[in-house]
């Protein structure tokens, strides 16, 4: 594996379509795709991938029903307190990226919880992206900038990158969508500004490691230019 691949981010997409094609409740898909997120990490874990992220919940996503979002944080819940001991056991730390003053006093205890049980964790990091959404994040660091008093002329890239939800995680170096979606639906902007985008069939809960090994493939066959010269030994 390519030594500068750090970072891989998963936007798991395909949940509901999976379980409606194997004629099962959509809940149902919710639940195999969090067991499969358990093995991903592994699997990243195998390959020496120190930093993963997952995009567990969007900003949009309270417009489901209200049955869907009831179960999709009952499933943080249980990841970040029943499930935290297992996820502490491969040696990460937990970083939850999102607007957390939306959810409930549960699940932000839980999350702070989690946060401090795993900080000394040296095998890598793992980040759960949830209530997170791109625009909020841009947009709520600039007025965290602005309560400041910060000098725009002044402001530079660095601290403002400081304010955002993103700002424990470092840059992306690989984003994989599943489910046959070609688009980021706002994921990441700025720290996956250079991300190489990766597009699989399917669906999440069906993603496996040949899928994985796949998009390791594809990152590895990258120039990655980065505005400038290349990257790579290749002409």
């Avoid at 937990?94 to 957390?100: A, F, N, S, T």
């Avoid at 720290?191 to 994985?212: M, T």
Wanted: hydrophobic share 35%; charged share 30%.
């Amino acid at each position: 594996m390519k030594k500068d691949l750090k970072h891989i981010a998963f936007i798991p997409d395909g949940n509901r379509r999976w379980a409606k094609e194997a004629g099962l409740l959509q809940i149902e898909g919710h639940r195999r795709g969090y067991d499969n997120l358990k093995n991903v990490v592994q699997w990243c874990l195998d390959r020496e991938i120190k930093e993963v992220s997952f995009w567990g919940f969007s900003t949009e996503n309270w417009k489901r029903t209200k049955e869907e979002v009831g179960y999709l944080m009952d499933l943080f819940l249980r990841m970040l307190s029943k499930d935290l001991e297992e996820f502490s056991k491969k040696g990460f730390r937990l970083k939850v990226i999102g607007r957390r003053s939306d959810l409930s006093e549960n699940l932000q205890k839980a999350i702070a919880h989690a946060e401090e049980f795993t900080k000394d964790n040296t095998a890598g990091q793992l980040n759960l992206c949830f209530n997170y959404g791109g625009r909020p994040e841009i947009l709520e660091a600039t007025k965290q900038c602005l309560r400041e008093g910060l000098d725009p002329e002044s402001l530079s890239e660095e601290e403002f990158a400081q304010r955002l939800w993103s700002s424990p995680i470092s840059d992306i170096d690989l984003i994989v969508r599943t489910s046959g979606e070609q688009r980021l639906s706002g994921f990441q902007p700025w720290k996956g500004n250079y991300s190489e985008l990766y597009f699989v069939q399917n669906h999440w809960p069906a993603f496996n490691e040949d899928d994985l090994d796949d998009a390791i493939d594809f990152y590895n066959g990258r120039d990655r230019r980065f505005g400038g010269n290349s990257t790579s030994l290749r002409t």
